[in-house]
C-alpha cells in the first residue's frame, strides 16, 4: 500500500500542476430585486411571479440574462419602475449592462413566465414572455434590437 502511494505522489508531481479549468465563477450582484407585489391573500399570480431565460440575446456569443418580473397586484400593471422586467447584456469581461429600455421589454403586465426560441427565423433569439394582465394571459415576442 505505502509503495503504491508513493507511485501515485510521484506520478502527480510528474504530471505537474492540472490545467486551469476553462470556466471561472466568481459572485457578481445584478440590479434586479423580484418584486410580486406579495399579499396575505396571496393571490395566485402573486404566488408565480417571475422568470429567468439566460441567452445570447444580441448574436455576439456572451449569454445575456433576462428577469421577468411580476406587477402591482390590484391592477396586474407595472405601475413602478421597481416592476420592470430586466435585460442585462454580457459585456464578454464578466459584467453586465442593463439594456431593458433600449431592447423595449421593460414590459406592462404581471409577467410570469419566459421561454427563448428563433420565432421568426432571422438568425436572432426571440423572447417569449408571458404575462398575466387581468382578463387574460398575454404573451409578448422581441427580436434582438442591437441591431439597430
Known sequence: MKQ???AFAVLWLAMGQPPAAPIH??????GFKLENSETPERHAPETMAGGVAVFDYNNDGHLDIFFANGADI???RKTSPKYSNRL???????????V???AG??????DNGV?????DNDGFKDLLSA???GSISTTTTATARSRM
Open 115 to 119: 421561454a427563448v426560441g428563433d420565432y
Open 105 to 110: 421589454l421593460a414590459g406592462s403586465g404581471f
Open 74 to 76: 390590484r391592477t396586474l
Open 100 to 102: 431593458t429600455e433600449k
Open 88 to 98: 442585462f447584456e454580457n459585456d464578454g469581461k464578466g459584467g453586465f449592462k442593463d
Open 131 to 133: 404575462a398575466c394582465t
Open 4 to 6: 503504491a502511494l508513493i
Open 25 to 30: 465563477f466568481r459572485f457578481q450582484e445584478i
